[in-house]
């Protein structure tokens, strides 16, 4: 059974740091991976989509890697800014199951100090 | 102009009732889905409809029946809603293999 774990669980730092969240799966056999952004209060926000064939996917100072092999990933925030302060939610697509049945980490909240 | 848009925002109700959730989207999606979020903020899949057709039914109780009167619809029925019901319900829509667009939640007290 695929299980997705996020570290840390939380993560404080200040504004402006180059950051990390990781992101771990035990079961390689996926479609994709996806990392979301989820607001206090709100729904889910798709950041970045990686495809099982890639190896990386960049959206302006988000850059989300991808070693299917190991079982992870990574998304690299540069240059926070308090208005990054989510949390930050990992999911895979199984290749066992139906494609659209996401997976989902139990996240990493994420503040940024001014 | 929203995407993804569910009703009601907030639902406090007694054990034992019955009770909807609506969610509709505009992006000409094929499938659309049901997340349960609990008190931790664990998310997990309930539902998926593709094209009107159940495709995904995890391990719910057959309290929680979802209902799509068209491929823009996806109402969640509950019927004697326990205290271990009490969650954030997000409905979501994709095209296959795209990311998903997520609703804002409905917030589900039970008393």
């Known amino acids: 059974k695929q299980e997705v774990t996020q570290i840390p669980a939380a993560l404080s730092v200040p504004e402006g740091e180059n950051l990390v969240l990781n992101c771990s799966f035990t079961?390689?056999?996926?479609?994709?991976l996806q990392w979301f952004r989820q607001d206090p209060g709100k729904g889910l926000t798709s950041l970045l989509l990686?495809?099982?064939?890639?190896r990386e996917q960049t959206s302006g100072r988000l850059n989300a890697s991808l070693d299917k092999s190991s079982g992870r990933s990574t998304l690299y925030i540069a240059a926070s800014q308090p208005g990054d302060s989510a949390t930050y939610l990992c999911?895979?697509?199984?290749?066992?199951?139906?494609?659209?049945?996401?997976?989902f980490g139990k996240g990493t909240k994420l503040s940024v100090k001014p | 102009d929203t995407a993804v848009s569910q009703t009601p925002k907030y639902l406090v109700t007694q054990m034992g009732n019955d009770k909807s959730i609506k969610c509709e989207q505009n992006?000409?999606?094929?499938?659309m889905y049901w997340y349960k979020q609990d008190s931790k903020k664990f998310l997990k899949i309930m539902f998926s409809?593709?094209?009107?057709?159940?495709?995904i039914n995890e391990t719910v109780p057959n309290r929680f029946s979802p209902k799509s009167p068209d491929k823009a619809h996806l109402n969640l029925h509950i019927n004697s809603l326990e205290l271990g019901d009490s969650a954030v319900y997000f409905c979501?829509?994709?095209?296959?293999?795209?990311?998903?667009?997520f609703g804002d939640g409905t917030r589900l007290s039970i008393l």
């Open positions: 079961d390689s056999a996926i479609y994709n």
């Open positions: 409809y593709n094209n009107k057709e159940l495709i």
């Open positions: 999911a895979v697509t199984d290749l066992g199951g139906s494609q659209g049945n996401l997976i």
């Open positions: 992006l000409g999606h094929d499938t």
């Open positions: 979501a829509s994709s095209l296959p293999n795209q990311p998903q667009h």
């Open positions: 990686i495809q099982s064939s890639q």
